[in-house]
């Protein structure tokens, strides 16, 4: 199994606040990804990393940022949560072309009241 | 505008016999595509993938097919074990970044 860990793997909070979502891997792959699972709309990308503070949105990126500092740390911040954002979320590493899969992590369970 | 669907959310196949889970795309841009396996309360594993170069990947039970001029794939599973009963996603990339489409899922029950 590839080596990434998610934290927290499950968090309740409430409407207004900040909340980060890490991931961490030890694969030393050069793209990171977090993605949404909500029914109905399967895996949804909201930012992706192509390298150390090299970031890009996704498909539903609004109400999230994303920093990138270090190879292995790829971090998710709601700056202000919204019930819209309850949700799994899931990060993924690749080392990129031209093999192309993506490995993901266990999912980290955010519901905001 | 989802650029990958899967049109059937669920399927139910008696064990032996042969599932058959489809994908449509929309961006003749993507090259590159996966299948991947998704348990309850887990990630998703990686099953297959298939170069746009090609219109068939085998390995072992899961084949995957592709046909570009229907902008159409489809993963055969043979025979079909209880084991296999899970969420499974289709995805995309093209070969501008690194970028992953997912599509929205089809169920698999097999039945024993």
């Known amino acids: 199994d590839a080596g990434i860990t998610q934290s927290p793997r499950h968090k309740v909070t409430e409407t207004g606040t900040p909340v980060t979502l890490r991931c961490h891997q030890t694969?030393?792959?050069?793209?990171m990804y977090w993605y949404r699972q909500d029914p109905g709309h399967g895996l949804r990308l909201i930012h992706y990393?192509?390298?150390?503070?090299?970031?890009d949105k996704g498909e539903v990126s609004d109400g999230y940022s994303v920093s990138r500092s270090k190879t292995e740390d790829f971090l998710l911040t709601l700056e202000s949560a919204t019930s819209s954002q309850t949700s799994v979320y899931f990060c993924?590493?690749?080392?990129?072309?031209?093999?192309?899969?993506?490995?993901f992590g266990e999912g980290s369970r955010l519901t905001v009241l | 505008d989802q650029q990958v669907k899967q049109n059937s959310p669920s399927l139910s196949v008696q064990e032996g016999r042969i599932s058959i889970l489809n994908c449509d795309y929309t961006?003749?841009?993507?090259?590159?595509f996966l299948w991947y396996k998704k348990y309850p309360a887990e990630g998703p594993t990686f099953l297959i993938s298939?170069?746009?170069?090609?219109d068939k990947n085998e390995d072992g039970r899961f084949t995957v097919f592709l046909n570009k001029t229907a902008t159409h794939l489809s993963l055969h599973i043979v025979p079909s074990q209880p084991g296999d009963s899970a969420v499974y996603f289709c995805?995309?990339?093209?070969?501008?970044?690194?970028?992953?489409?997912f599509g929205t899922g089809t169920s698999l029950t097999v039945i024993p």
């Open positions: 995805a995309a990339s093209g070969n501008t970044g690194n970028q992953f489409y």
């Open positions: 961006n003749s841009m993507f090259d590159y």
């Open positions: 993924a590493i690749s080392p990129g072309p031209p093999t192309g899969e993506l490995f």
């Open positions: 694969e030393n792959h050069r793209y």
């Open positions: 990393s192509y390298g150390v503070k090299d970031t």
């Open positions: 298939i170069s746009s170069i090609k």
